[in-house]
């Protein structure tokens, strides 16, 4: 079940509310989420809710098992063990082709269906079992509530990835269905498919054609296909995630922010704190700190210091640790060459800039810039935003090469004269209106994020500061917008979202 369906938002999602504010209690209560996560989950995985039960059960029963004896062979079994239900369902077609391929064997390829939101629900239950590991909380002995903390179907298909710290307290406590959570969670769904159904269904079809046949267009439609696909992930996937957290809190469960306006971002570091940031969260736990701090990168970095200096010993073992994070955030995304790519080119630009932060900021200095002024910012914006473009090129290439060939004709092939050619909307697959029709959008967007941006306040808190009225007015706004600009309907399929197969 997606949330963009009739039948969600509909009958699902109506009943689902109703059963948790007629049952008492708390125990109640959490057995009708429990049982709302199972079904929302099964009605379109039959078979794979089994993988997400026997997910469920192996770190419920090793949680137990590491409380009595924190042993790090049993965390590394278990972590084996999660890992390789990923392996197999995720990355076992990759491994093999690639096998064939460097030992010129002919081992049958594995065709595996990838379970809707598998390194989700993964990644957040192996975060839970190296934090027994860690005693930062005691075993969960409940395995129905170990069970609601995997299952969760507000993120379960899409994330966000959520703490065990953080949300177990937010769903075992209880909530009763209040109007002040509606109003919030309603407003916040209603942004979600504006975002979603408004801009980023309108641009997808570019996005998907003109990457598959590359060779047969010029530079520049390549390179606005790219800039689409800016706009689109970014509405299509924070879209979703605003759906998400707007179920959530119809319930009175509070979902972690996974966007922060990422575009505003003035470096690349920044960004990734930015942009999906419940991942980039659990990447730093559980990954890059414990790479960054082993023994081994401490004896590398005491090697560099005794060769190298100072400088060198403390940012370098950082670096590499920063760029093996990378390359798992590209392995993470799909299992393709393209996306080690994506990882391999932010990993890389961190390591750089960090190595050379010091350089910079004599630059700066020099230069007298600082690091308040208006024009540098914009700049520094700007620069990030095409280091960014250059990375979502490995995203919608069909393969390694294809994204550098594709980038080389965004330079190389590009003419402005064609931007004024109608001939343009042709070849990009969309009409002039609907490109009209997005660009309005995303210039409302653009407002409503600069004044977020600048006040640090949400949109939903600055509307409901306002009272009733202008809470109904923008909800009414909003509806009858992606009720009469969304894409929808009959020979449309909208109910597809980016992140729904990671």
Known sequence: MVFSSLLFLYAFLPVC?????????????????????????????????????????????????????????????????????????KYAGFLVENCNALFGTAFRV????????????????????????????????????????????????????????????????????????????????????????????????????????????????????????????????????????????????????????????????????RWHITLGAWLREYLFYPIAMSKLFQKFGRSLKKHFGMKISKVLPVSIASLITFIVVGIWHGAYWRYVGFGLWNGLIIMVSTLLEDKYAVWKKTLHIRDTNKLFILFQMFRTFLIVLVGYYFDIAPGFTAALKMMWLSITDFHISELADPAIFDALGVSSASLILVAIAVLALLVCSIVQECSGRTLREMICSKGFWAEAGVFLLLFWVVAIFGVYGPGTNPAEFVYMQF
């Open 110 to 273: 594995p065709q595996i269906s990838l379970p809707i939101g598998i390194s989700f629900y993964t990644f957040q239950s192996m975060g839970y079992i190296i934090d027994i590991y860690r005693e930062k909380f005691p075993a969960e002995r409940n395995f129905g509530k170990m069970l609601l903390f995997t299952s969760f179907f507000p993120q379960i298909v899409q994330g966000p990835i959520s703490f065990y710290s953080d949300l177990s307290g937010k769903l075992y406590e209880g909530h009763d269905i209040s109007f002040s959570n509606i109003k919030q969670g309603v407003l916040l769904i209603t942004w979600g498919f504006f975002k979603k159904l408004v801009i980023a269904d309108r641009l997808v079809n570019t996005v998907l054609t003109i990457p598959a046949e590359y060779e047969k267009h010029s530079g520049t439609v390549i390179l606005i296909t790219a800039l689409f696909y800016a706009v689109q992930l970014y509405a299509d996937f924070s879209g979703g995630i605003d759906i998400s957290r707007g179920v959530s809190q119809l319930f009175g469960i509070d979902l972690a922010e996974n966007f922060r306006r990422p575009y505003f971002s003035r470096n690349i570091s920044e960004y990734w704190h």
């Open 17 to 89: 509310l109703l059963l948790y504010f007629l049952v008492p209690g708390l125990t109640g209560k959490n057995i009708v989420l429990l049982c709302a996560s199972l079904v929302f989950y099964a009605w379109g995985e039959p078979v794979y809710v089994f993988l997400m039960l026997a997910v469920a059960a192996l770190n419920w029963g090793f949680g137990l098992l590491l409380e009595k004896r924190p042993e790090k062979l049993w965390l590394a079994l278990c972590v084996a063990l999660n890992l390789a239900s990923l392996v197999v369902f």
